[in-house]
């Protein structure tokens, strides 16, 4: 749900970045944050365990464009991949406006791929929405390891649903596809919040 | 529940921070953040330091559906109030309906007690008003028709060359 402010004349919206763990969901972020310049973005705050994986989520508040008078921002956040922190993955989903969901493309991590992306489409559904009505896109990363999932194969197994999405090959680290993929679904996400159908569904806050 | 947008009206923005206003004054609370459950800063007022309150308002957020969390593991609906206590400043938390909260923060010059005795009432007004802001229309004036495609060109950094 964007939050519509007309007394700053600014709209926000919120971007989680979901998938297994040690996908890229962080690194992605980090990535964003060390190439954008200070004025279009915020603090990136990461609330992880010891050994540096997301324990509750990693944040980060970046600006785009003016529309018609408005300041479009967009808070991104990742999940915490691990399967047993379920819990904390379902807060943080609540109120997202779009979606990535970074995958991990080797080989042996495509099991895990699948059941995270089951995994959000049952959270989802704990807050009565679905990937039927939120912007997403998917992004197949550590396309630079040799041991990966040929793109075809990932497609079937990840982008199968009535509606295929835009998905991107990534390798977060250095940063190839990571900004593809934030343009991308950044621009899914603020043409659906002006489109007429969501207008009608939103009648009312 | 499925979630709508929040809409802040400028009437309501300006009844809002009102509101925080009168708050601040009667608990002797330095600044008054009004944040939406997902992590969003829907008002801020308070003394004119440089506060992160984005980020403020993203932690607050998960640390108090963290601590609800908690509390329906225990069979309790909600904790309604989320205390941390610092040496110098404190943050107190607590709900204002089941879309927003409002965070605190105060030092020595007052007690955790007046700020949670006006935090209720200040929660208590504040819920009216997100209440009829609800009713209102969500798009007017400049939002309520579709973006061309010029116009949803959000670009924040370089797309990597093929």
Known sequence: MAVINYAQKVINFKVVYYGPGLAGKTANLQHIHNSLPDGSKGKLISLAAGDDRTLFFDFLPVSALTVRGFTAKFQLYTVPGQLYYNMTRKLVLRGADGMVFVADSQWDRLRENVESFRNLEENLREYKTSLDDMPYVIQYNKRDLSNIAPLEYMEFLLNRRARRVPSFEATAVNGDGVFDTLNTVSRMVLVGEFSQEKGEHCETA | ?162
């Open chain 2, 1 to 162: 529940m499925r979630l709508h947008d929040v809409v802040i009206h400028e009437g309501d923005a300006e009844k809002i921070n009102a509101v925080l206003t009168t708050f601040l004054g009667e608990s002797g609370a330095t600044e008054a953040l009004l944040i939406d459950r997902s992590g969003q800063l829907l008002a801020a007022t308070g003394a004119n330091r440089a506060l992160d309150t984005v980020s403020i308002s993203a932690l607050a957020a998960g640390a108090f559906s963290s601590t609800g969390a908690l509390a329906r593991l225990l069979g309790e609906e909600e904790f309604t109030v989320l205390f941390h206590q610092g040496n110098k400043e404190s943050i107190h938390v607590s709900t204002v309906d089941d879309q927003a909260i409002l965070l605190a923060i105060f030092g020595g010059q007052t007690t955790v007690g007046m700020v949670r005795l006006f935090a209720k009432e200040a929660a208590t007004a504040i819920g009216q008003i997100l209440t009829e802001s609800r009713a209102k229309p969500r798009s007017m004036g400049d939002l309520s028709t579709p973006l061309t495609v010029d116009e949803s060109r959000t670009t924040f950094g370089e797309p990597t060359k093929p």
